[in-house]
Each structure stands twice: as structure tokens, then as C-alpha cells.
């Protein structure tokens, strides 16, 4: 059996709301949901407010579902943030922690990755962790591979200035960005990895991105290198699906894809 926990993002089904989600995870026997949309909206915030009216609320509706949230995605960018952006991420906290989240999900937001960058994320880091000693109960971040720690020494050199920063690795962004295998790239970070995100996509140079999403198996992506990296490091965080519907509507909808998912890492 794996060490690791399955997971699918919410981003897949983003008209759903938060006890349909739960309940599809159930049906497919995942074992953990993860937050970025809900009811059709991405300000979770907003959203449980609108719907539980008080974190101790959305609490007591959280135990009702049974099913443990991994993560709650925020917009915040390490890199290039305001006061602004920064009392928005902030809102976030009451409410993972009436769910019992463990991290909020953020990006890097580099362009570049240099020396003034990592020092640009440094600098939010800083503020992050005077802001996490002031709560009782903790919560933490986590950096998605996301911007310029897309690219694998970008990636490194950021882990390395910063070990203590736990990462989100998106296996898939790294490797489309530069051709690595997650071998390589985990063996540069996998001490920093609480938190991976899986998909599939297959080359499209006409698209904006000059790839196209589908279901797992079914692409480019190494698969078989990834599950060795899984069975080989005995990885014990959250291996999720991010299955980019609010992105990319085309797709079809995320019950027809979990199935591939849950055969190829919940077995």
C-alpha cells in the first residue's frame, strides 16, 4: 500500500458546493479534498461566509463530511505582493483552520528567479512567519512550482536558500517547463515535498501554452518515473489530481477522470 495520502483539487468541479465535493470524493474513494473553487467562485472566503456565516459554523458542517481538506489555494504570490494582497491571504486563515487544513496553498510569482526575486519571496516569507507565530493553533504554506520555480534549478536554488519552506510540487509544470524527469527534480527537492499535484497533457503547438490536458495515462507525462519516485522514497504527503476545469471547461467533467487516477495512485 502507498505511504501517501490521494487527494483531487476542487478546481475539477468548481460548481460544486463543499459537501459535494466531499461526497464525490467519497464515491471514488479518495481520501482527501483540496480547496481552490467552490460554488462556482475561487474567493473561498467569500464563499463560506455567504454560505456558514462564521468559521465556528462552517466547523460544525466540516465534521458532517467526513472528508479531510489537504488545502485551501489562495492567489498570493511570494514575489511582487501588496498590503493588499497580503490582508486577503489573511482572510483565509480562520476559515482552514475551521476546517482543519493544514497549509494554504500560494505561488512564487517570479518571472525571473534571480538573486532580488528570492530575496522579493524571502522578504514574505519573513512576514509570513511573524503573522503564524501569533496563531494559536498553526497553519502553514505552502509554494506551488508554479511561475519561475517551474523551471528545475530556479527550483533547486529556492529550496536550498529556504528549507524550511515546504513546497507543492506541480510534477507536471517542472517537467513540461524543462523536459526533466520527476526523478531528477525530486532528487533537487524532495525533502522540501509535503504536496504534489498530477496531471497529464500531450504537446499542442497551436494552444497558448503548446500542450493540451488529458486524463492521466493517456499523455506525455512520466508516468512510470513518477510512481517509481512514490514507491522508492516512501513520499507520505498528498498526491493530488489537479484537473484544470474552471481553467479549460472543455475537459470533460472530473467524475470521468478520477477513475484513471485512482487506478494509477490509490492502488
Not at 72 to 85: M, Q, W
Not at 135 to 149: A, C, K, R
Amino acid at each position: 500500500m502507498p505511504s501517501y495520502t490521494t487527494a483531487f483539487s476542487s478546481l475539477g468541479c468548481p460548481d460544486l458546493e463543499l459537501d459535494a465535493v466531499a461526497q464525490l470524493a467519497k464515491r471514488h474513494r479518495i481520501a482527501m479534498i483540496e480547496l481552490r473553487a467552490l460554488g462556482g467562485q475561487v474567493d473561498l472566503p467569500a464563499y463560506f461566509a455567504a454560505r456558514y456565516g462564521t468559521p465556528a459554523e462552517l466547523r460544525v458542517a466540516a465534521k458532517k463530511l467526513d472528508v479531510p481538506v489537504a488545502a485551501l489555494g489562495t492567489s498570493l504570490r511570494l514575489i511582487g505582493n501588496t498590503e493588499e494582497d497580503r490582508e486577503r491571504f489573511l482572510a483565509y486563515i480562520d476559515w482552514a483552520l475551521a476546517l482543519d487544513a493544514p497549509f494554504l496553498r500560494v505561488f512564487d510569482g517570479g518571472t525571473h528567479g534571480d538573486r532580488a526575486e528570492l530575496e522579493s519571496a524571502g522578504e514574505t516569507l519573513a512576514w509570513w512567519e511573524a503573522e503564524r507565530a501569533r496563531l494559536t493553533t498553526p497553519v502553514d504554506i505552502i509554494v506551488e512550482t508554479h511561475d519561475s520555480l517551474t523551471e528545475p534549478n530556479v527550483l533547486e536554488a529556492f529550496a536550498v536558500r529556504y528549507p524550511g519552506c515546504k513546497l507543492l510540487w506541480d510534477t507536471h509544470h517542472t517537467w513540461r517547463r524543462s523536459g526533466e524527469l520527476p526523478s531528477r527534480t525530486w532528487a533537487r527537492i524532495g525533502p522540501t515535498v509535503v504536496h504534489m499535484h498530477v496531471k497529464d497533457s500531450v504537446t499542442a503547438p497551436d494552444t497558448r501554452h503548446g500542450y493540451r490536458y488529458v486524463p492521466l495515462g493517456e499523455g506525455e507525462f512520466p508516468l512510470p518515473d513518477l510512481r517509481d519516485v512514490l514507491r522508492e522514497s516512501g513520499f507520505s504527503g498528498v498526491v493530488s489530481l489537479e484537473w484544470e476545469r474552471l481553467w479549460h471547461p472543455a475537459l470533460a467533467p472530473l467524475e470521468e477522470v478520477l477513475p484513471a487516477f485512482r487506478s494509477l495512485f490509490a492502488a
